[in-house]
């Protein structure tokens, strides 16, 4: 994917991480907390419970790093598959605790299931249109979000028309693979959900998400994280 890091980078951030380095913390932090905090915001359209739901990520992934195994994947995947599991955890604890007060009310099982369907497809739609080659990217964002044809967007990328068609069909077989998949069922349980959490160094600040409508958002419009957050410091160590 297009904002995938070397697995070298991977790898060494796992390492780093594993030895209890709190400063790999804080550059994991840079890295990932905006992806982190608007996948979660995506599916929660709650601020703060999107700020939530990034410290609760990054505390998992210092208690747990060697859940991540690079054979497996990138680790940006892993970090936003974490994010998807518990904000869509999240949602349904939401949607469950509000049908209870809404009694007689409350909307049927299956109405709150496509419910949380939807913004876990939505998160992944998101994550998947801003990791895919920047090309491929480019195309679907002038053939889908500005509605050019592909002759006219093969004229904007001063590529063939032929060519533009196959960042068209490529881009959007990718994004197709979002509708592939299930939120997690009623049943199942995530690790890092019920793990306890260890000395976890100060949490890092929080990024400012902004508040995002519904639905599928333009490719640019995702943010590459924030700025340079302060990494927490030595005298937070993990005991092991």
């Known amino acids: 994917m297009g904002h995938d890091a070397p697995p070298r980078w991977d790898r060494r951030m796992q390492q780093r991480l594993a030895h209890g380095e709190a400063a790999a913390l804080g550059e994991l932090y840079d890295r990932f907390a905006s992806l982190v905090h608007s996948?979660?915001?995506?599916v929660l359209d709650d601020e703060d419970a999107a700020d939530r739901i990034t410290r609760e990520v990054f505390?998992?992934?210092?208690?747990?790093?060697?859940?991540?195994?690079?054979?497996?994947?990138?680790l940006r995947s892993w970090v936003a598959g974490i994010?998807?599991?518990q904000a869509v955890q999240r949602l349904r604890q939401t949607e469950a605790a509000s049908a209870r007060d809404s009694g007689a009310n409350a909307p049927a099982p299956a109405e709150m299931e496509q419910k949380i369907l939807e913004a876990s497809t939505a998160a992944r739609a998101d994550y998947i249109v801003t990791s895919m080659p920047a090309p491929l990217r480019a195309a679907l964002e002038l053939a889908y979000f500005q509605r050019r044809d592909y002759r006219q967007t093969a004229a904007d990328l001063g590529v063939?028309?032929?060519?533009?068609?196959?960042?068209l069909r490529l881009g959007l077989q990718l994004l197709?693979?979002?509708?592939?998949?299930?939120?997690?069922?009623?049943?199942?349980?995530?690790?890092?959900?019920?793990?306890?959490v260890r000395a976890t160094p100060a949490a890092p600040p929080t990024p400012q998400a902004p508040h995002?409508?519904?639905?599928?958002r333009p490719p640019h419009?995702?943010?590459?994280g924030p700025g340079s957050a302060a990494p927490?410091?030595?005298?937070?160590?993990?005991?092991r």
Do not use: F, M, V
């Open 160 to 167: 063939t028309a032929d060519e533009a068609r196959r960042r």
């Open 83 to 85: 994010t998807r599991h």
């Open 59 to 74: 505390g998992y992934i210092w208690e747990h790093p060697d859940s991540y195994d690079p054979k497996q994947g990138p």
């Open 39 to 42: 996948l979660a915001y995506r």
């Open 212 to 216: 995002a409508p519904r639905g599928p």
């Open 232 to 239: 927490p410091g030595p005298g937070h160590g993990r005991t």
């Open 221 to 224: 419009a995702h943010h590459s």
């Open 176 to 196: 197709s693979t979002a509708h592939n998949h299930q939120a997690l069922p009623p049943t199942q349980r995530t690790t890092y959900a019920s793990s306890p």
